[in-house]
């Protein structure tokens, strides 16, 4: 079975500090897609980025970077030097003819 | 070019009322999906369609039907509400055909109070 664990459930940091969200999952397919999604209190759902589970290099995109190790079967998020419109819910997400969801990391940046 | 977009934003039903959500996509994507979010709780697959003119079962389908009207298109309906069915509800779409390998978009949501 395919499942998507987000152990944290609420994380709350001050602004500037570096935070990861963790997000571990669970497939026995060789081919697989992981995403991560944002979720502002505005409500939609933004995405952030999709990782093929042949492509294990990770990736910085301006203060996001992400770290995919197919040994711990986790894909985990790092936002450096966070700010306030950062908070948000995040969501990670696994792939493979259906997108199962984790049940989302909600994080609270205080000024 | 709005992306994926959803109608009405807000709506309230009393229990055994029906109603229609609708979502358009200008993307030409090829797979459409409607998800619930419950709160405390990721995203929940109710239908989708990978291509016109088919429809499939997800997660949580029961009390609800769809309809691909077009490439465009994809509603969802709800015969008879039942308090259970208050939740938001989002529409999506991505290129692929039914396989939800390529990244999803996703409309504004509509949040569905039933009474």
């Known amino acids: 079975a395919q499942k998507v664990t987000q152990a944290q459930t609420e994380i709350s940091v001050v602004e500037k500090e570096d935070v990861t969200l963790d997000c571990v999952y669970e497939t026995r397919d060789t081919t697989y897609y992981l995403f991560w999604y944002k979720q502002p209190p505005s409500g939609e759902l933004v995405f952030l980025i999709r990782?093929?589970?042949?492509d294990e290099q990770n990736e910085i995109s301006g203060r996001y970077s992400w770290n995919f190790q197919k040994s711990t079967s986790s894909f985990n998020f790092t936002i450096t030097a966070s700010q306030v419109v950062d908070s948000a819910v995040y969501f990670c997400a696994l792939s493979n003819y259906q997108l199962i969801w984790g049940a989302g990391t909600k994080l609270i940046i205080k000024p | 070019n709005a992306g994926v977009t959803q109608t009405p934003k807000f709506q309230v039903l009393k229990t055994g009322q029906s109603m229609t959500l609708q979502c358009a996509q200008d993307?030409?994507?090829?797979?459409m999906y409607w998800y619930r979010q419950d709160p405390g709780m990721g995203l929940r697959l109710i239908y989708y369609s990978a291509s016109e003119g088919t429809t499939d079962k997800g997660e949580v389908p029961n009390g609800y039907n769809v309809s691909r009207l077009n490439k465009r298109e994809f509603s969802l309906r709800l015969e008879s509400a039942a308090p259970s069915q208050t939740s938001v509800y989002f529409c999506a779409s991505s290129e692929d055909r039914g396989t939800s390998t390529d990244t999803q978009y996703f409309g504004p949501g509509t949040r569905l109070t039933v009474l």
């Open positions: 990782r093929n589970s042949f």
């Open positions: 993307m030409n994507h090829n797979s």
